[in-house]
């Protein structure tokens, strides 16, 4: 779901998934995708964009509006991986909720469950996702600084 969302924004950016799954007969999985060569002897003609290019792109072009909903929001409709790590893509309204609940308050529970509590660090987290986000990524202050409201896109959790 997530290569595909990421293909429909920029084709040649990542190959378009067509199915996958477990193993039957082992403990294996499968990918089925598109073959992309990207051998620069290639005599198939590349979009022309610098890997540079495609990822501005990508963190340029509006998200789509997630089914039930009547706009953009932060988010994704099910969980991805930035190595193996699962991501709480959990739709929000606005970024700074987003990135203080999905990623920050997340990472947090995470290293406890992993490495048990640690009260100040715990403090921080809470300060920084709850004070210092909606500070920094509130709509208003980066309307300002980017010349309008930020908005929901399509982006990478791994580049492999």
């Known amino acids: ?6 293909h429909a924004v920029v084709p040649t950016f990542c190959p378009k998934s067509y199915a996958n ?6 403990t ?3 990918l089925v995708t598109d073959f ?3 051998s620069p002897k290639s005599s198939t003609l590349g979009s022309g964009l610098s890997l540079a290019q495609k990822l501005s792109k990508l963190h340029s072009t509006p998200a789509p509006i997630p089914h039930g909903y009547d706009k953009p929001m932060f988010g994704f409709p099910v969980p991805t991986c930035c190595g193996d790590t699962q991501q709480d893509n959990s ?18 529970k995470a290293a406890e469950k ?24 509130r709509d208003d202050h980066l309307k ?15 580049l492999w």
Not at 91 to 108: C, G, P, Q, T
Request: proline share 3%; net charge negative; aromatic share 6%.
């Open 114 to 137: 992993n490495n048990g509590k640690d009260g100040e660090l715990e403090s921080l987290v809470e300060h920084t996702a709850s004070v210092v986000v909606p500070r920094l990524l």
């Open 91 to 108: 739709l929000k309204a606005s970024w700074a909720e987003f990135y203080a609940d999905n990623r920050l308050r997340v990472i947090l």
């Open 1 to 6: 779901m997530s290569l595909n969302a990421i």
């Open 144 to 158: 300002a600084a980017r010349g309008g409201n930020i908005v929901p896109v399509v982006i990478h959790g791994d």
């Open 36 to 38: 992309l060569n990207l």
């Open 21 to 26: 799954g477990t193993l039957s007969s082992t």
């Open 28 to 30: 294996g999985a499968f």
